[in-house]
C-alpha cells in the first residue's frame, strides 16, 4: 500500500512569487491535514480538507490556502510569498471514518515539501 | 491565547530505563490530544487521546489524559537507542490545532 506522497520533494521560490505543493494521500483516506514546520516555530497547523471541504483551519494568513479534489488528493497554495514561509510543508492523511467534526483515526504523514524562499 | 506545554524539553536517559514526557495545555474548546514521534523526518503518530482516565498502549508505549488537570503523559519503558526522537504533543482545540515544542529524548546504550 503506498504511502502519502507530496511533490515536489524541494522547492526554491523568491519573495513575492507563489507556489503550489500537492499531497496525494493513502488510498481510501478521506482527510487531509497541512502543515508548515520551522526550527524557529515547529509544527504548525494549517488546515485540513474532508470531503472536498475545509473543516479545520489554523492560525496563518489568508495567503495560504488549499483545496481538495474528489480523488482526495490535495493542493497547498501560498501566494506572495516571504522569506519567513521558507519551511518543511508537511501533509498528513486519516481515514477519517468517523462522525465527530476532527482528525480521527491514526494520521500518516508525507515526507513533506521543503520550500525555501529567496 | 490557546498553549500547549511540554516538559521537559529534553531528556537524556540509559538503555532500560523508563520514561515520562508531560504535556500540559489551556486551551478553548479541546476535542483531542495527540501524540507524536518525529526522527529526522515526518512525524509518526503515536496516539490520539479524547477521554480522560483512559490509558492506550502501544507496545512499550502508553499515554493517559487528565481533561481536569488539563494534562496528558506519554510513558516509554525499557527505552531503546531506538526511541531516540523528539516527541511532540499536540491539542485539537476548536478549528485549530496547536503543538508544542516537543521534548528531545535520547537514549544511550
Known amino acids: 500500500k503506498a504511502g502519502v506522497t507530496q511533490t515536489p520533494r524541494y522547492l526554491i521560490k523568491t519573495r513575492g512569487q507563489q507556489v503550489t505543493l500537492s499531497c496525494s494521500p493513502i488510498s481510501g483516506h478521506r482527510s487531509v491535514s497541512w502543515y508548515q514546520q520551522t526550527p524557529g516555530q515547529g509544527l504548525q497547523f494549517l488546515f485540513e480538507y474532508f470531503s472536498e471541504t475545509q473543516r479545520n483551519k489554523g492560525n496563518f494568513p489568508g495567503r495560504f490556502s488549499g483545496r481538495q479534489f474528489s480523488n482526495s488528493r490535495s493542493e497547498m497554495n501560498v501566494s506572495t510569498l516571504e522569506l519567513g514561509d521558507s519551511a518543511l510543508y508537511l501533509c498528513a492523511s486519516s481515514l477519517a471514518l468517523g462522525d465527530r467534526d476532527t482528525i480521527l483515526d491514526e494520521q500518516f504523514f508525507g515526507p513533506g515539501t521543503r520550500l525555501t524562499v529567496l | 491565547e490557546d498553549k500547549v506545554v511540554q516538559s521537559p524539553l529534553s531528556l537524556v536517559v540509559h538503555e532500560g530505563d523508563t520514561v515520562t514526557l508531560n504535556c500540559s495545555y489551556e486551551?478553548?474548546?479541546?476535542?483531542?490530544l495527540l501524540w507524536y514521534k518525529q526522527e529526522k523526518k515526518a512525524p509518526t503518530f503515536l496516539f490520539m487521546l479524547?477521554?480522560?482516565?483512559i490509558e492506550k498502549k502501544s507496545g512499550r508505549l502508553s499515554s493517559i489524559l487528565d481533561k481536569k488537570e488539563l494534562f496528558s503523559i506519554l510513558n516509554i519503558t525499557a527505552t531503546q537507542t531506538g526511541d531516540s526522537a523528539v516527541y511532540l504533543c499536540a491539542v485539537e482545540a476548536g478549528n485549530d490545532m496547536r503543538f508544542g515544542a516537543g521534548t528531545r529524548l535520547t537514549v544511550k546504550p
Open positions: 486551551v478553548t474548546n479541546f476535542r483531542s
Open positions: 479524547t477521554s480522560s482516565g
